[in-house]
């Protein structure tokens, strides 16, 4: 699997994210600065956690004006996948791969413990490792991670199964305790908690793994 991490000023987990893709697929991703305009033939976007921009403005928004952005959303509409994490899915929501918005922690403070998530959808290409309804835990580290979109929005992504985590004990107020949606077409997911740093039992645990295996197993 052809994969590359996208590199923000700001971004402080793109080395996990790197180790964590290498760990399940041999290969090292090709790291990408932010003010590249083209990307390879790859399989696989990573949009990794950090404080892109110092979170300036509102967390992910001027990083969604980097030039990369606009490569990486031809190849997501192209059908290429993106995983974005954390300040990833703030990115991918202001860029409009994903819809709604990462709001301020309802408790105004930045929130950083392992969390327990259920697995809602387990028919991706990102969650095919887990079971539908399975509990996991994995670690959160943010300041913004309250996801919020009109009922509209929050009823069609419910009936058309783009839930796909959500939190047992919600951390920062997210509506209807989702922590992780995908897009409609499948090819682009967005979570707050960090799966890449739960993929081994040095790190406390293997609840991450499932999520880089998945997308090895789609694509192979």
Known sequence: MKAAVIVF????CDRDMAAALEKVTGVKPMMVWHQDTELPDIDLIALPGGFSYGDYLRSGA???QSSIMRAVKLKADAGVRVLAVCN???IATEVGLLPGALMRN???KFVCRDVGLRV????????????????????????DGNYFADAATLDALEHSGQVVFRYTDNPNGSARDIAGIINAAG????MMPHP????????GGIDGLPLFESLLGKLH
Do not use: C, D, W
């Open 196 to 203: 890449e740093r739960l993929i081994e039992p040095e790190l």
């Open 62 to 64: 001027m990083a969604a």
């Open 9 to 12: 000023p700001g971004s402080n």
């Open 106 to 108: 309802a408790g105004l």
């Open 187 to 190: 090819n682009v997911l967005g």
């Open 88 to 90: 990833g899915f703030q």
């Open 120 to 143: 809602e959808n387990a028919r991706t290409g990102f969650t095919s490792g887990y079971t539908k309804n399975q509990t996991i835990s994995i670690p959160v580290a943010h300041h």
